[in-house]
């Protein structure tokens, strides 16, 4: 309905140029055929093309691509209940100013830029402005506000409710049912994947927590975040508040998990913009020492590193969780399997009992179909061939029931000398160009369904099931053998 009533509101033909908004709502006015390439002297422009009223500052009927060479200007008014200081991110392609009460706060020159700027505001009302023009090629105007301890918000929305939303129970239920009717009485191992949140200016992360929440339904052996949280992306990447505030909040979602909850980093969580933001041993406090005191000594940090182990012996389950992502994407060694990690692993599953059952997760696909095929060759592609080729030398002789990982945001499952590999989507965005012959995503809007892998494991018939919860439903299941 909100997307509704704005389309209507930005399309709207509006007959006076100079219209009267309410408080908090957006003045906007547009100049087409704006051929010059800097912010003009608006004064001098004379009547606009088109104006109006909107919930937010958005380029609305001109974000069409093919409109080029235009200039807008937007009006709102701030009502602040009492004195406090707020961050402004505003993000535009080609260049905008944003002013606040008559002074500039922010001027981004160029296309694609983001910028942030603190300022106290008194109580009482204020008047936002922010200048815009457009050259050619791709258009694009956000602004966003937040406090201390906030994640950006778009002017003119709220916050969305800490509330669990009304889709969450039945598509955890009718995906349970499905498995339910699978499972019959055979033992299972049983647990949810979330990887590629990009929790970067958006509260998308929640999603954790609402299926953490139901877990009683499901009855998970523990729950499973393969990265990409999102801190080196859009605000994240420029203020490290942001990050930190991300980084808390998605661990406070985990925490809503009764049980253990596995975590290993993708590319997209290692910096904040700002030189190293985060590292392994920072990784390890946030993310995986809580799980220790719920582990029964079943779960086997390793000092100073984030890859490590959990068993469930009563099950003759481990499973292997490796950083795939080298040292940081701040280094550029994202998507490495270093040599230190390679012989942990090695020895590890040499060193496990051949009645057991050894899962292997990590953010990143090193297999070559579990990309993106218009990207360029993978930054160490004889680091991804070296692991394929132990995990099919450890096959031999162990129950490798396979590799799981995220960061290409598709579905796959391939078998590669007898070794199941499989990617879930999750919550990561690709277009249906970038996708691998035998790869798919199903559509997904975030503010209505769920998208979440259940991984289902029957040791006694060496047999997985996946089953979607949320978008794709039944028709995103997986089953293969291993």
């Not at 309905?1 to 547009?30: D, H, Q, R, T, W």
């Not at 109006?52 to 009502?79: C, K, N, Q, R, V």
Request: net charge negative; aromatic share 12%.
């Amino acid at each position: 309905m909100k997307k509704v009533l704005y389309i209507a509101a930005a399309f709207a033909v509006i007959c006076s140029c100079a219209p009267k908004y309410s408080e908090g709502e957006v003045s906007y006015k547009f100049w087409d055929a704006y051929d010059k390439i800097e912010l003009p002297d608006f004064s001098t422009l004379g009547q606009p093309d088109e104006c109006g009223t909107a919930p937010t500052f958005s380029l609305g009927s001109h974000s069409d691509e093919a409109i080029d060479h235009f200039a807008a200007e937007f009006t709102s008014t701030f009502t602040v209940p009492a004195e406090k200081e707020f961050s402004f991110l505003l993000t535009s392609d080609d260049e905008s100013r944003l002013i606040i009460d008559g002074k500039t706060l922010i001027e981004l020159n160029g296309s694609g830029n983001s910028s942030v700027a603190k300022i106290v505001l008194s109580k009482g009302r204020h008047q936002i402005k922010v200048l815009y023009f457009e050259d050619y090629m791709g258009q694009y105007l956000k602004l966003q506000l937040y406090t201390e301890g906030e994640l950006p918000r778009e002017y003119g929305t709220l916050a969305p409710s800490d509330e669990m939303p009304d889709f969450v129970v039945p598509q955890v239920t009718e995906a349970y049912e499905r498995y339910k009717a699978w499972k019959a009485d055979d033992e299972t191992i049983t647990f949810p994947i979330f990887t590629d949140v990009h929790a970067h200016n958006d509260y998308r992360f929640r999603h954790i927590g609402y299926v953490a929440s139901t877990s009683d339904i499901w009855n998970y052996d523990f729950m499973l975040c393969l990265g990409d949280i999102g801190i080196n992306l859009g605000p994240a990447h420029i203020s490290r508040d942001i990050a930190t505030t991300i980084m808390n909040s998605v661990r406070d979602e985990m925490l809503k998990f009764p049980g253990v909850f596995l975590y290993v980093p993708g590319n997209h969580d290692w910096d904040a913009g700002e030189g190293t933001f985060n590292s392994e041993e920072r990784f390890q406090d946030l993310f995986q020492k809580p799980g220790l005191e719920k582990a029964d000594g079943n779960l086997h940090l390793t000092p100073g590193k984030v890859y490590h182990y959990y068993d469930i012996p009563e099950k003759n389950f481990r499973i292997v969780l490796l950083n795939s992502c080298g040292t940081g994407t701040q280094q550029d060694k994202c998507y490495v399997f270093d040599d230190e990690q390679v012989e942990w692993f090695k020895n590890l599953v040499n060193g496990t009992p051949k009645e057991m059952n050894i899962l292997v997760a990590c953010h990143y696909m090193p297999h070559p179909n579990g990309r993106w095929h218009n990207i360029p060759a993978p930054y160490n592609l004889q680091s991804n061939e070296r692991m394929m080729d132990v995990l099919a030398e450890m096959k031999k002789e162990h129950n490798i029931i396979g590799l799981f990982c995220g960061d290409s945001h598709f579905n796959m499952h391939e078998v590669d000398r007898n070794v199941n590999y499989f990617v879930t989507q999750c919550m990561g965005y690709c277009t249906q160009a970038q996708l691998m012959p035998g790869t798919r995503r199903a559509d997904v809007d975030l503010e209505k369904s769920l998208c979440c892998d259940v991984i289902a494991v029957k040791p006694a018939k060496n047999e997985v099931h996946t089953f979607r919860i949320g978008a794709g439903g039944a028709e995103y299941d997986y089953v293969f053998n291993y």
